[in-house]
């Protein structure tokens, strides 16, 4: 599974029996899109699903009717949702419980991507709306596609021609904060604010503004998001490291720290969160 999709998404209550597999894109959407995933969980159930943060722009595609109810991250309280939703930018996690058959598709943006094929700027983006409420008819439209395409093949053959027909080239993130979105998560979020506006050549102040506005997050909130990410995967090895090793190696002050920031991207502890069973959608 792509870093994306997996480990990001875990499940409470029983997973039924099903499938589900992840494809790359056309190479001409690298830029834009992270990957692609689908999954058919058969028979009626009911789950509740916390969503860390991922380094771009999630959209979930339903091919069921879904009862779908978003919870505080203490699983208190619920209200019901739109179906086929899209996950924004955020720095903690989203928790729903949800009732019915999962069969659906994931689609992974980078910020590029979510600008460029959807046409909205981040900073207007919420954490969590529609799809139909953002584009209207042609999300609709491409909801009904996938969901009647005869196999998985075909799904993922459409949303490349689909998202290559929707691409406008001319939409671009400035060059900078394009640059300054790369090194952090290449980097996995270890330059500093100061860093990163020095080496795009602008004020600190200055690139704090554009990033944001162009992003829709702080950098400090993505190189948080990328640390994150990185710790991640090293606890999710068959034979990860100490948590003491993965805090220092990661960025962090301790391993109190690093508990912490898990707790505040997942909602959980770091053994509660990988004690559940992943999902991908």
């Not at 069921?64 to 949702?81: S, T, V």
């Not at 959807?118 to 983006?125: A, I, Q």
């Not at 979105?181 to 270890?190: E, F, P, V, Y």
Request: proline fraction near 7%; hydrophobic fraction near 40%.
């Amino acid at each position: 599974m792509d870093r994306w999709a997996g480990g990001l998404s875990r499940c409470e209550g029983e997973t039924g029996l099903g499938q589900s597999l992840a494809c790359r894109p056309d190479p001409r959407l690298s830029a834009h899109v992270l990957g692609y995933a689908g999954s058919h969980y058969s028979g009626a159930r009911t789950v509740v699903r916390r969503i860390a943060p991922i380094d771009g722009i999630k959209l979930i595609i339903d091919f069921e009717n879904l009862d779908r109810r978003m919870l505080a991250a203490n699983g208190a309280g619920a209200h019901r949702e739109p179906p086929s939703p899209v996950v924004g930018l955020r720095t903690g996690p989203l928790v729903f419980e949800q009732t019915g058959t999962d069969h659906g598709m994931v689609v992974g943006l980078t910020p590029l991507g979510a600008h460029a094929l959807l046409g909205l700027p981040l900073r207007e983006l919420p954490a969590y709306a529609g799809f139909a409420e953002l584009l209207g008819p042609r999300a609709a439209r491409l909801v009904d596609e996938l969901a009647h395409a005869p196999t998985w093949s075909a799904r993922f053959a459409l949303l490349d021609r689909r998202l290559l027909g929707w691409l406008d080239p001319d939409r671009r993130l400035a060059s900078p904060v394009q640059a300054a979105w790369d090194l952090l998560n290449a980097t996995h979020g270890r330059l500093t604010v100061a860093g990163l506006a020095d080496r795009v050549g602008w004020s600190r102040s200055h690139f704090e503004a554009r990033f944001r506005t162009q992003i829709g997050i702080t950098p400090k909130a993505v190189a948080r998001i990328a640390r994150f990410h990185h710790a991640l995967r090293l606890l999710c090895r068959p034979d990860p490291p100490r948590a003491a090793e993965i805090a220092s190696v990661c960025g962090y002050a301790d391993q109190p720290h690093l508990n912490r920031e898990f707790r505040a991207f997942t909602g959980c502890s770091p053994t509660r969160f990988l004690s559940l069973p992943d999902q991908e959608t």
